[in-house]
């Protein structure tokens, strides 16, 4: 038998008993790192992300639900139809990737919560989204937290689209350190505290998996951008590499509906290489990022989110 049944959805009278996780992100954050950890629980379904609803409406759910334009009863009918027809298929691709760690993680043929996936992109933090209906308490949401500059570096990398994707990564964070009923995992902190990260599974009312503590003792690659340039060149390398590095992103590549966007030069990526590393090893700001170290700088409630978590010497802060 299937570890997920594929043939049929939860009957609506069970998904009443499911518990809704959105994994709610800011992009370049760690998301996929995040996302394996909780998918070693076997009551944690596979991860269903936004684009992985076929129908417009689907799509929206969690949107329309936490701006009070549809029940959650409604929201959780769609997740489950949609597990129904290829959870199976999601169960195979993460034990794929377990199977390279050689972690087992168990069946999931009656999860009780339903993980969702989507960034913080810009409907979420327009100022016509509202944030008070009260619907935010009513499910699980966790995030992924790392370095902003980290996060910022990782993106300009990316794509011609960098300083938007940039801002966009910035105005997400500010709407997820507003969040209460959360749970911020910081992608970045939890070797210092691994059983702090692994709060994640109480926050959730669940007990600890072995599989997610073998998962952090194994430390698989969180975020990773490629520095091979042509994007042919780099899926071929790409598809000789196990599963645990395919979050791994390339440089410098189109997005579609932007190729009027140039390129970047490659002297603008070599300096983007050089302000990780420099960052990183020798936690300096490199002139190619002090701008939006200046961003972080001048409004306060970045620093007083991450002083928070438990962050002590991010080299922005004041």
């Known amino acids: 038998m299937n570890p997920i ?3 049929t959805a939860v009957p609506a009278q069970e998904t009443s008993k499911r518990e809704i996780v959105f994994l709610m992100t800011p992009q370049h954050t760690g998301t996929h790192f995040c996302r394996m950890l909780l998918e070693t629980h076997p009551r944690i379904s596979p991860c269903l992300a936004a684009g992985n609803f076929p129908v417009h409406k689907e799509e929206q759910s969690a949107m329309n639900f936490l701006s009070g334009r549809c029940t959650l009863q409604e929201w959780k009918d769609a997740f489950s139809r949609r597990l129904g027809q290829i959870g199976a298929q999601k169960f195979d691709e993460a034990e794929g990737f377990f199977n390279e760690f050689s972690i087992r993680i168990e069946p999931k043929p009656d999860p009780t919560h339903f993980l969702f996936h989507d960034h913080i992109h810009p409907p979420y933090v327009h100022r016509g989204f509202r944030m008070d209906t009260g619907n935010f308490e009513r499910i699980k949401i966790v995030t992924a937290v790392r370095d902003p500059l ?3 570096i990782s993106a300009l990398r990316r794509t011609p689209k960098g300083v938007e994707k940039s801002a966009l990564i910035l105005r997400g964070i500010l709407f997820a350190s507003r969040l209460t009923n959360v749970f911020h995992f910081c992608t970045d902190l939890w070797k210092d505290s691994p059983e702090k990260a692994l ?3 109480s926050y959730l009312g669940l007990d600890t998996p072995s599989a997610a503590r073998e998962y952090l003792k194994k430390y698989p690659v969180i975020n990773h951008t490629q520095s091979t340039a042509p994007l042919a060149g780099f899926l071929t390398k790409l598809s000789r590499q196990p599963m645990s590095l395919m979050q791994a992103g390339s440089e410098n ?3 579609p509906h932007n190729e009027l966007y140039p390129a970047l030069d490659e002297s603008v990526l070599k300096e983007l ?3 990780r590393e420099l960052l990183v090893k020798k936690k ?5 990022i002090r701008p939006w170290a200046d961003v972080l700088r001048r409004n306060t409630e970045f620093e007083a989110f991450y002083r928070k978590l438990g962050y002590r010497d991010l080299v922005w802060f004041k």
């Open 199 to 201: 709060g994640v599974f």
């Open 284 to 288: 300096k700001i490199h002139p190619v």
């Open 150 to 152: 980290l996060s910022v």
């Open 253 to 255: 590549v189109p997005e």
């Open 273 to 275: 290489r050089d302000a």
């Open 5 to 7: 049944e594929p043939s």
